[in-house]
C-alpha cells in the first residue's frame, strides 16, 4: 500500500507556508521537490570527502570516485542500461540532446536526410535540430497531434521514410501528458533503419523506463525533475553508438593521451564528459534513484493514475476550464493544462499563489503546441509522488475563487 | 482576496478607459511581451503637442490591461515633455501594488508602449534597474 503521507515526511519543503497557507506544490514538471536523503547525500561529500574525481592518489578522491562512480552504476541499473559505460553524465535533458545533435549529427548525417520530431516537443528537442538544420542542410519534420492530444499516427507512418536518420521523440509531454507509444515509433524507426532518441525528461521521474524493452538508441533525462538536484543529467545511448561517435566536447578528463599535435580520447563514459564534472550533484542523484526505487516506479506510476484520474474528474466541474490532452488518465501523467475562460494564465496563477498553490503559467517552452492549440499561454497542474487527493481539492477550490476574483 | 487583485485594478481590466482605437492618428505604436502573450496598441492624438486624445487596444492579463487603462487617464492632457518626465515609479505608485520581476514587465508593457510611440525608446522602462 503507497502511503503518500510517510513520502511527504521525508520532503522537508513541505512544512512550510506560502501566503500563510500549507504548500500546495503543483509544479513538478517544472522541477521536483527533494527528499532529506537526497540533500544529505551532498551535504555530506562537501563535509567529509569533498575531492576532484578520477587519478586522485588519496583518500578522498578514492572515496569521490568511488561515489561518482557508484551512482552511475545505480543510474544503470535505474534504467535497465546493459552497462554503465552507456551513462553519460551531462547537465540536463537539453545537453544530452544537444550532444547527440552535435556529436552524432554532425558526423552521421549529411545533406538530404531527415530527423523526424513531433509537434508536442519541448523547445529543447526542436532547437538543437532547426541548429543542426541550418548547419548541415538536413530536412526536418514533424509529426502533428490530433484534437485530444494524440500524436497523428497515421501521419507518423506517412513521414517514416529511409530518409529519416534519427527520430527524436518525447515519452511523455510536458504539457498535455500524453504518454507515447515508443516501443511501437521505434520498431517503426529501426525498420527503415533510423535510430531513436527519446526524450526522458517527463517519462523518467514518473514511469518504469526500461530502454532494453523499449529497444531505443538514445534517452535522455534530468535530475531535478526526479527528486535530484538541477545541474545533473543523463545520455543513455547504445554503447556501439557511443563507441562509434566523436567526442562532444573537448578537455581534461576525456582523453587517453595528449602531445601538442593530436589527442586520443578516453574510453566511455568519460569520452563524453570534458572537464571537472557536477561531482556532489551526480552523487544527489545517485541518492534520489535510491529514493525511487525503495518506493518502486511502478507504485509511483500507480499512485500518479489514481490522482490523475481523481483530477479530470474534479477539473471537469469547474466552470469554462479547457483541458488540453488525453482525458483516460491511463495514457497520460500527472500533468493538467487548462484555460479557464478568458483569464489570463498568469492571472490563475497569481490567485492560486496567494492560496498557497504553485502552478506554472505560460507556454511551457512549447510555443509550437500553443500555437496548435490556439493559445499564447496556458496554466498548468502538475503531480508527482507527493501529491494528494486533498491538494487536487485546494486547487479546485482555488479555480473557483479565480472565478469569483475575475466574474 | 488581498490588495494584488483590489477593486481598483479589476475594475479597469473590467471596464477600461480609453479603449479602442483613433481614426487618423498621429501617433500609433503596439507591442507585445511574447513570454505571456500580453499585447498592447496605443494610439494618440496631439494638438499642440498634448494628448488630445488617446485610445488603447489589447489581451493579456489584468495588470496589464489594467495598468493600460490607467496610464491613459494619466496622460490623456498632458503635453509630450510631461510624458516624457513620466516614470516606471509614477505608474506603479498609481497601480498600488508591489508586482514580482515577471509581473512587473506586465504592468510596464503599456509605458513602454506609450514611450516606444512618442520617442521611438524601445527598452523596457526601468530595465536598467532590475538587468
Known sequence: MYDVNAVRAQFPVFQRKVNGKPLVYLDSTATSQKPLAVIEAMDEFYLRYNSNVHRGIHTLSEEATAAYEGARERIARFINARSSREVIYTRNTTEAINLVAYAWGRANLKPGDAVLITEMEHHSNIVPWQILRDLVDIELRVVPVTDDGYLDMEALDRLLDERVKLVSITHMSNVLGTINPVEEIARKAHAVGALILVDGAQSVPHLPVDVQALDIDFLAFSGHKMCGPTGIGVLWGREEILEAMPPFMGGGDMIRRVTLERSTWADLPHKFEAGTPAIAEAIGLGAAVDFLSSLGMANVRQHEIEITAYALEALSEVPRLRLFGPRNPHHKGGVMAFTLGAVHAHDVAAVLDREGIAVRAGHHCAQPLMQRYGVVATTRASFYLYTTFEEVDCLVEALHKVEEVFA | ?131
Open chain 2, 1 to 131: 482576496m488581498d490588495d494584488f487583485y483590489r477593486e481598483y485594478i479589476l475594475d479597469h481590466y473590467k471596464n477600461p478607459r480609453n479603449y479602442g482605437t483613433l481614426e487618423n492618428p498621429d501617433i500609433s505604436y503596439e507591442e507585445d511581451n511574447p513570454v505571456c502573450g500580453d499585447r498592447v496598441r496605443i494610439d494618440i492624438k496631439l494638438e499642440d503637442d498634448r494628448i488630445a486624445d488617446i485610445r488603447f487596444q489589447g489581451e493579456g492579463c489584468a495588470i496589464s490591461q489594467a495598468s493600460a487603462s490607467i496610464l491613459t487617464e494619466m496622460v490623456k492632457g498632458k503635453s509630450l515633455e510631461e510624458v516624457r518626465q513620466l516614470s516606471k515609479e509614477d505608474l506603479l505608485e498609481q497601480l498600488g501594488i508591489s508586482l514580482g520581476p515577471v509581473r512587473i514587465k506586465c504592468a510596464l508593457l503599456s509605458l513602454k508602449v506609450l514611450k516606444a510611440g512618442v520617442y521611438g525608446i524601445r527598452g523596457w522602462p526601468g530595465e536598467e534597474d532590475h538587468a
